[in-house]
């Protein structure tokens, strides 16, 4: 059955601390692994796609990256303004499939 | 003005009422779908609509029904729901549904139904 699965759910980091976020994904036929952020009361915002293993790409404080069976989502040196939720999706075919996403809090 | 648009934000209903949520996109794009998202669980497909095809999740009780009148416009009308479809109701639209370019999100309509 195809799965999203990211990790941590939660995840409280003091200012500065780096970390990553994990999205572990078991579909296939794999057209693009999708990453966004959502602020609470809010619509996801896109950040990242990804195509194929190997990738990166790099946005501010985020870089994202992909391999064969998942993802990351590296947070250097966070700020506040960083906590949010990051829900990581796949596309397999016309289906696509999210995860139920990371909450981050960034403590200053 | 851009990006994709929902209206309204909120919205309170009682069990017996009738209301509808609109959403409105500017970028040109040929399929839009309907997400609700619920606490802890991942977003879930209600229907989509593109040039194509209009697919609807089986699942979706018939007290939702979508209206998509042309490319840029989406409805979704609500009528005798549960306290259970409170949730926050999303809009999205994409280029199309295969090429593996995403999805742009409305803010999205928060739905609480008493």
């Known amino acids: ?108 | 003005e851009t990006g994709v648009t929902q209206t309204p934000r909120h919205l309170v209903m009682g069990m017996t009422n009738k209301k509808s949520l609109k959403c409105e996109q500017h970028l040109g794009h040929n399929a839009m779908y309907w997400y609700k998202q619920s606490a802890k669980k991942p977003l879930e497909l209600m229907f989509v609509y593109s040039l194509e095809e209009r697919v609807e999740n089986n699942s979706v009780p018939s007290r939702f029904s979508p209206e998509c009148p042309n490319s840029s416009h989406l409805f979704l009308h609500l009528h005798t729901l549960q306290p259970e479809d409170s949730a926050l109701y999303l809009c999205a639209s994409s280029q199309d549904r295969g090429r593996g370019l995403g999805y742009t999100f409305g803010s999205g309509t928060r739905l609480t139904v008493v």
Do not use: M
């Open chain 1, 1 to 108: 059955e195809d799965q999203v699965t990211q990790s941590p759910e939660a995840l409280r980091l003091q200012e500065g601390e780096s970390s990553s976020l994990n999205c572990s994904y078991t579909v296939s036929g794999l057209r693009g692994l999708f990453w966004y952020r959502q602020d609470p009361g809010k619509g996801p915002e896109f950040l990242f796609t990804l195509y194929s293993a190997g990738e990166e790409k790099e946005k501010e404080r985020l870089k994202a990256t992909l391999t064969k069976k998942e993802s990351f989502l590296h947070i250097t040196a966070p700020k506040p303004e960083d906590s949010a939720t990051y829900l990581c999706a796949v596309q397999a075919g016309n289906q696509f499939y999210f995860g139920t996403g990371t909450s981050l809090t960034v403590i200053p």
